[in-house]
């Protein structure tokens, strides 16, 4: 009898050693396949605190940089579109020169044409978009901000019939050109009111990347383009003398030259914002980096130590079968 119980009582502390030896497996094999010690922050004690607070870091710093990479997507559009404008509206200023130095052999018609066509690529020019999104209408990504080109051909045509036939001078075309208003140029009645746009970079940290369709050098440019698709020489019976003609065309000239030079402000303003933009990156990516260790540190497991520890109790749990199998003959000899 007293052998029959040391029998039982080592099988069952073998059982139990057994269930210990594949709890401690199962807890070894979690570690190798999620790669961190344990499951439930309770299990990290203290440091369950500076894990879900890294957890935390690194989540913000993304949405940051994802900011960012969008903000960096809409200047490089927005920069192509600006130079685009300003391209073109160099093409049109070097088609004048040409014609002035031609002197008697102007040819005005040579200039509309030139004109009329920039006119139409720098209008889409300011309706361009990323995805569904104008890039050149502030906080009204919504809605394009220019629609208006019929309504701005009407009325510099307005203007230039009423010049030739003396209605007003040549000083009033000119003011009245200069004062004409967002919605008699074409513009949205939405983007007039619109707010500028920001790149939010970090905690307390944005950047102003804006540029308006409004602004002044889309608007020279626009404004002195649609004055030359829609310019007139006197001819016979009108009033204008030739010497004002050429005034005039000065005066457009001079419209889209600074146009062009507060687009090139425009484009260095924006250039020096995604500048800006790359540096806070790096500075977030860094940052992640660091977040990234300080987890591993805290969180990670070593894959090689507990895989190691599993084969280790691997080994020990095919002995205790072993032992079990050996017990269980052994009581079932004593038996019989």
């Known amino acids: ?34 790669g961190v010690k344990h499951q439930t922050f309770k299990e990290y004690g203290v440091d369950s605190q500076l894990i879900q607070e890294y957890r935390g870091d690194l989540v913000e710093s993304q949405v940051y940089l994802d900011n960012i990479d969008i903000a960096q997507i809409n200047i490089k559009q927005m ?18 020169n040409i014609q002035i130095e031609k002197g008697s052999e102007f040819d005005l018609d040579t200039i509309k044409r030139t004109a009329a066509t920039a006119l139409q690529i720098i209008q889409a020019n300011m309706n361009s978009r990323v995805g569904d999104r104008y890039l050149f209408a502030g906080t009204d990504v919504g ?37 004409m208003t967002d919605s008699q140029l074409g513009y949205s009645t939405t983007v007039q009111t619109a707010k500028r746009i920001f790149a939010r970079a970090d905690d307390s ?35 204008p003398t030739d010497d004002e003609f050429f005034d005039v065309l000065n005066v457009f000239y001079r419209k889209i030259q600074d146009g ?12 020096s914002g995604s500048q800006t933009l790359e540096t806070v990156k790096q500075n977030l990516m860094d940052d992640r980096q660091n977040y990234q260790k300080l987890m591993e540190k805290t969180e990670a497991t070593d894959i090689t130590d507990s895989v190691v520890r599993f084969q280790s109790l691997q080994t020990q749990l095919e002995a205790s079968f072993r032992l079990s199998s050996i017990l269980s003959e052994m009581s079932l000899a004593r038996f019989l």
């Open 1 to 34: 009898m007293p052998t029959t119980i040391s029998t039982l009582a080592q099988q069952l502390n073998s059982i139990s050693s057994v269930k210990g030896i594949q709890e401690k497996m199962f807890t070894f094999q979690q570690q190798i396949s999620t």
């Open 79 to 96: 920069n192509t579109g600006i130079e685009e404008t300003i391209a073109q509206a160099g093409n049109v200023l070097s088609v004048i």
């Open 143 to 179: 809605n394009a901000p220019y629609n208006g080109a019929n309504t701005a051909t009407a009325n510099f045509q307005t203007h230039i019939t009423d010049w030739l036939n003396g209605t007003i001078s040549t000083a009033t075309l000119e003011s009245n050109i200069d004062g």
């Open 205 to 239: 940290f944005e950047v102003d990347y804006t540029v308006f369709a409004t602004d002044d050098g889309f608007k020279n440019v626009l404004t002195g383009l649609n004055a030359l698709a829609n310019y007139e020489r006197p001819a016979a019976g009108d009033v």
């Open 260 to 271: 062009v030079n507060d687009l090139r402000a425009a484009s260095t303003t924006i250039a």
